[in-house]
């Protein structure tokens, strides 16, 4: 009763009685209440409790007002069966498991939205919850969690306060979260202990740029109760239920101040708050009530003057009929819309504060239908500007580097035997400094300059105590990672479920997949290539026969057919010889595991164990480290101790045909990954922040950091195609050069032999020598040509010999036979010529006139 909330909500029950009745003089029924003070605690709060219902018969108690308090008169309320009307919000008091207890504000629960809702629009993803010990502190515990979780922010530690410890436990708990990274803090916590809490937060140096303070309705209520001369909580946001403003209400907070100075004139501080307003409200409706049952139970006064007998207080009878009345009633009253559903005050809308100097600053408003607004019917959404602990304007990012490590932040970075395009640890021989280059390296410090902060950072190679090899593979790498050996991972590591389960990703920035490399074959170097446009079966289909006129009828559909072919036999010989068809000599994994062939891995990656998975022994797994190595074990096969195919993933596949893209090419046959990632701590605030810069850097940067670290591939790796194909050479027509040669071949070697025949009596006769020989057949082989040319321009024109060759020839001698058997009826005459030649031959001359 001495306490200001005591003293504010004694003078509102006042006024609110007093304008209650003044309105409505005709009633019948009036509230006369009693005071009792529970002196702040458990046992005298119930004992009061008990003396107002024995002793003066009450039918309804307001308060008590703390949790822990409202916990123990609750149930002695409902042993009693008398209304207990408490603003206790704790969600461990139920007015459903409870029905005798009317809640005089919102479930504490319900304020969590717009404080998650808060810590969203911010993007902060980690928080430290910090709360008072008690009813009022455990009970918001699990939910805040939950609500947390939903947002995708994690509460990264728990601090419970207790009311009676001392400001040195305070400091100590403080400098302990100081240590840790998180920088928003959640405060729920009562005006007391509240008060000694921000005065040691600024002790600290906790209340300085980049610290993010958030506190309860509980508290935001009464910061007026706060000792602001020392603006300890500057940069502090609040949510409270919010209050339209009204004439009604203004009429009340200068009456009600007037009224309390007049009857506190020592108390200066004490200011009218929400908790005071919603009292005024609850005694207008908790008079409304009170008349309307005392018409429905006119009749039953007898009831309501019998004895009570406290002997046992299970047994206490008191008038029921009021409960129903006031656990469901809705008026507008000074709060706006005053409505109890099922025994509990609801609230919609919450206002968001900003604490600057010595009083708060709305900044917005939350509500479900339209989130977070500046304005409260608009569906603008945002903040306005918010003034930051250490004065600032610039949103805090919600975390640091802790103290103990806050200079830099441990990079640790594989050490790599090759391929050192990816990335590259050297150390400079003259300073001894860590020099790292590569493509990961180029993308991770694009990332870094596209946040919008500064990121202290060192690589640290991860490598054995010899300082030069590595000191394991990219898993163990993964959980040095997990075990605080580093703060991130940077490099060519692979994003695995495996891995997500020790380290958290960021975006992928690389393509990804598992493929195979293998030998390739370029069907233009077949020499009988030009055979391929046309399976075996369709050249045999070409050659039928014609050999009667129903087959020379169906020549003429086949001029069509022909017409096809031609074309396409064409185009597909023209594809074939410009754009290469290369094939793989194998085309799937099964098929080398059947075969019993090695197959060849980057040596630390983790497609030794996908290889392992697929059935492969150790026998055939070789491992290696550079693209030389990938081709010399590549050329000898798996016949020659080497390897049939090299499984590795998409980046470094393009990498490898890029400079060997004559001799190999990527099976269609891929194994899905992630691609590339950094690797962060589980729970690392940085996860949200560097994910959005890669994104930002492989929409704007990446192209031009690879075209800096990999030439420009001179083959399609997934066709083997040619970006630039080669001209046509010789090995594109072997097979029809082959052809000609050897027919032109045979036909001179015939002509040879015919020749040599017709001249075997020069080449045998024994009188001329060999100089003649060549002479007369060098001279034999002239005329011989001068009259195959003769005959060919004058087929009339014949040699002697020709004549008494054709003349004595079997063929005229049966023509002769077969003319005279011909009719001149028939149409066919024949003469005879009796023409000299030589004085030795006659020519026939037979003209066939029809």
Same mark, same amino acid.
């Given at each position: 009763?001495?306490?200001?909330?005591g *003293?504010?909500m004694n003078? @509102?029950?006042s006024?609110a009685?007093r304008d209650f009745?003044r309105?409505?003089a005709?009633y019948t029924t009036?509230?006369?209440?009693y005071y009792?003070?529970s002196k702040?605690?458990d046992?005298e709060a119930a %004992?009061?409790?008990?003396d107002?219902?024995?002793?003066?018969?009450?039918?309804a108690?307001i308060?008590p007002?703390?949790?822990?308090?409202?916990?123990?008169?609750?149930?002695?309320g409902?042993k009693?069966k008398v209304?207990i009307i408490?603003?206790?919000t704790?969600p461990?008091?139920?007015?459903?498991?409870s029905?005798?207890f009317?809640?005089l504000g919102?479930?504490?629960?319900y304020?969590?939205?717009?404080i998650a809702e808060?810590?969203?629009?911010f993007?902060?993803t980690?928080v430290?919850f910090?709360?008072?010990?008690?009813?009022?502190?455990?009970?918001?515990?699990p939910?805040?969690?939950?609500?947390?979780r939903?947002i995708?922010?994690?509460?990264?530690y728990q601090t419970?306060i207790?009311?009676?410890?001392?400001?040195?436990?305070?400091l100590?708990?403080?400098?302990?979260?100081?240590?840790?990274?998180t920088?928003?803090?959640?405060v729920?916590a009562?005006?007391?202990?509240a008060?000694r809490?921000?005065?040691?937060?600024?002790?600290?140096?906790?209340?300085?740029d980049g610290?993010?303070?958030i506190i309860?309705?509980?508290?935001?209520?009464r910061?007026?109760?706060?000792?602001?001369?020392?603006?300890?909580?500057?940069g502090?946001l609040?949510v409270?239920?919010y209050i339209?403003?009204?004439?009604?209400?203004t009429?009340?907070?200068?009456?009600?101040?007037?009224?309390?100075r007049?009857r506190h004139?020592?108390d200066v501080?004490?200011?009218l708050?929400?908790?005071?307003?919603?009292l005024?409200d609850t005694?207008?409706g908790l008079?409304?009530?009170l008349e309307?049952?005392?018409i429905?139970?006119k009749?039953?006064k007898?009831k309501?003057?019998?004895k009570?007998?406290?002997?046992?207080?299970?047994?206490?009878?008191?008038?029921?009929?009021?409960?129903p009345?006031i656990?469901?009633?809705?008026?507008?009253?000074l709060?706006?819309?005053?409505n109890?559903?099922?025994?509990?005050?609801?609230?919609?809308?919450?206002?968001?504060v900003n604490v600057?100097?010595?009083?708060?600053?709305?900044?917005?408003?939350?509500c479900?239908?339209n989130g977070i607004?500046?304005?409260?019917?608009?569906?603008?959404?945002?903040?306005?500007?918010?003034t930051?602990p250490?004065?600032?304007?610039?949103i805090?990012?919600?975390w640091e #580097?802790p103290?103990?490590n806050?200079?830099?932040?441990?990079?640790?970075?594989?050490?790599?035997?090759?391929?050192?395009?990816?990335i590259?640890a050297n150390i400079d021989?003259e300073?001894?400094?860590l020099i790292m280059t590569g493509f @990961?390296v180029?993308?991770f410090?694009a990332?870094?300059d596209a946040?919008?902060y500064?990121l202290?950072?060192e690589?640290?190679p991860?490598v054995?105590?010899?300082g030069k090899?590595p000191?394991?593979?990219y898993?163990d790498l993964?959980?040095n990672l &997990?075990?605080?050996g580093?703060?991130?991972?940077v490099g060519d590591?692979?994003i695995?479920a495996n891995r %997500?389960d020790?380290?958290?990703?960021t975006?992928?920035?690389?393509?990804a /997949?598992?493929s195979l490399?293998v030998?390739k074959k370029d069907e233009r170097?077949s020499?009988?290539i030009?055979?391929?446009?046309?399976?075996?079966?369709l050249?045999?289909t070409?050659?039928?026969?014609?050999?009667s006129n129903?087959s020379?009828?169906?020549?003429?559909?086949?001029?069509?057919v022909?017409?096809?072919l #031609?074309?396409?036999y064409t185009?597909s010989?023209t594809?074939?010889?410009?754009?290469?068809?290369?094939r793989?000599?194998y085309?799937?994994?099964n098929?080398?595991?059947?075969l019993g062939?090695?197959v060849?891995y980057?040596?630390g990656?983790?497609v030794?164990?996908?290889?392992?998975d697929?059935?492969?022994n150790?026998?055939q797994?070789?491992?290696?480290s550079t693209?030389?190595e990938?081709?010399?074990a590549?050329?000898?096969? &798996?016949?020659?101790g080497?390897?049939?195919?090299?499984?590795d993933?998409?980046p470094?596949?393009?990498l490898?045909?890029a400079k060997? @893209?004559d001799?190999y090419?990527?099976?269609?046959s891929?194994y +899905?990954?992630?691609?590339f990632?950094f690797?962060?701590?589980q729970g690392?605030?940085?996860?949200h922040?560097?994910?959005k810069?890669v994104?930002?850097?492989?929409?704007k940067?990446?192209?031009n950091?690879t075209n800096?670290w990999f030439a420009?591939?001179? @083959?399609?790796?997934?066709?083997g195609? +040619?970006?630039?194909?080669?001209?046509?050479?010789?090995d594109s027509?072997? /097979?029809?050069f082959?052809?000609t040669?050897?027919?032109t071949?045979?036909?001179?070697l015939?002509?040879?032999?015919m020749?040599l025949y017709?001249n075997?009596e020069?080449?045998?006769?024994k009188?001329h020598s060999?100089s003649? *020989?060549?002479a007369?057949?060098? +001279?034999?082989f002239?005329?011989?040509?001068?009259d195959?040319v003769?005959?060919?321009?004058?087929?009339e024109?014949? #040699?002697?010999?020709?004549v008494?060759n054709?003349?004595?020839?079997?063929a005229?001698s049966?023509?002769?036979q077969?003319?005279?058997m011909?009719?001149?009826?028939?149409g066919?005459t024949?003469?005879e010529s009796?023409?000299?030649v030589?004085?030795?031959?006659h020519v026939?001359?037979?003209?066939?006139?029809?």
């Open positions: 009763m001495n306490s200001s909330t *003293k504010m003078t @509102c029950i006024i009685i009745y309105k409505h005709d009036e509230i006369l209440p009792r003070d702040q605690d046992v %004992s009061a409790a008990i107002l219902m024995k002793n003066h018969r009450v039918m108690i308060g007002m703390t949790s822990s308090q409202a916990d123990f008169v609750i149930e002695i409902n009693a209304p408490s603003p206790a704790s461990l008091l139920s007015p459903i498991d029905s005798y009317v809640r919102p479930d504490s629960t304020q969590l939205k717009p808060v810590i969203k629009h993007k902060w980690e430290v910090v709360y008072e010990d008690g009813e009022y502190g455990r009970g918001l515990v939910y805040f969690s939950e609500a947390m939903k995708g922010t994690k509460v990264m419970v207790y009311p009676s410890v001392s400001d040195d436990w305070i100590a708990e403080l400098y302990k979260l100081k240590t840790m990274q920088r928003v803090f959640v729920h009562l005006p007391e202990l008060s809490f921000f005065k040691k937060v600024n002790e600290t140096g906790m209340m300085e610290y993010v303070w309860t309705e509980g508290l935001t209520n910061l007026h109760y706060l000792d602001h001369k020392d603006e300890s909580m500057q502090v609040g409270m239920s339209p403003k009204s004439d009604k209400l009429d009340f907070g200068k009456r009600w101040k007037q009224e309390f007049s004139p020592e501080e004490t200011e708050d929400m908790s005071g307003i919603r005024y005694v207008f008079a409304k009530a309307h049952m005392s429905q139970n009749d039953d007898q309501r003057d019998s009570m007998d406290f002997d046992d207080i299970g047994t206490l009878e008191t008038e029921t009929s009021l409960l009345l656990r469901n009633f809705r008026f507008d009253g709060t706006g819309d005053f109890v559903i099922n025994g509990t005050l609801q609230a919609s809308v919450y206002q968001i600057i100097g010595n009083g708060e600053k709305p900044i917005g408003f939350w479900p239908k607004t500046k304005k409260l019917n608009d569906q603008t959404n945002g903040l306005k500007p918010v930051w250490g004065d600032t304007h610039v805090p990012k919600g #580097t103290v103990r806050k200079n830099r932040l441990r990079i640790g970075v594989p050490m790599k035997g090759g391929l050192n395009q990816f590259n021989p300073t001894g400094q @990961c180029d993308v410090n990332v870094v946040l919008p500064a202290n950072h690589f640290m991860f054995s105590s010899d090899t000191a394991g593979s898993d993964v959980l &997990s075990n605080g580093y703060d991130a991972i590591i692979t695995l %997500s020790k380290v958290t990703f975006l992928p920035y690389t393509e /997949g598992v490399i030998r170097k020499t009988w030009f055979l391929k446009p046309l399976e075996t079966e050249w045999i070409t050659g039928e026969k014609v050999t129903l020379r009828f169906v020549v003429i559909v086949w001029v069509l022909v017409l096809v #031609t074309s396409s185009a010989l594809s074939t010889l410009m754009v290469p068809q290369l793989p000599r085309t799937d994994i098929e080398i595991k059947r062939e090695s060849g980057q040596e990656s983790f030794r164990n996908l290889l392992k697929l059935g492969f150790d026998r797994l070789k491992n290696y693209f030389e990938y081709d010399k590549l050329e000898l096969g &798996s016949q020659n080497g390897v049939s195919a090299i499984m993933e998409l470094y596949i393009r490898f045909l060997y @893209c001799n090419t990527m099976t269609r891929t +899905k990954t992630a691609g990632g690797a962060f701590p690392s605030p940085l996860i922040d560097v994910s810069a994104l930002q850097v492989t929409e940067q990446l192209i950091i800096r420009e591939p001179n @083959c399609d790796p997934q066709t195609a +040619k970006a630039y194909p080669d001209g046509l050479g010789l027509f072997k /097979g029809v082959l052809i040669a050897s027919s071949t045979a036909a001179l015939i002509f040879i032999f020749f017709q075997r020069t080449l045998l006769s009188d060999v003649q *020989k060549i007369v057949i060098a +001279k034999a002239d005329v011989f040509k001068d195959d003769s005959r060919k321009s004058n087929p024109a014949a #040699t002697v010999e020709e008494n054709i003349s004595n020839s079997p005229v049966v023509f002769h077969e003319a005279e011909f009719s001149h009826d028939d066919f024949t003469t009796q023409t000299p030589h004085d030795t031959i026939v001359d037979l003209t066939i006139t029809n």
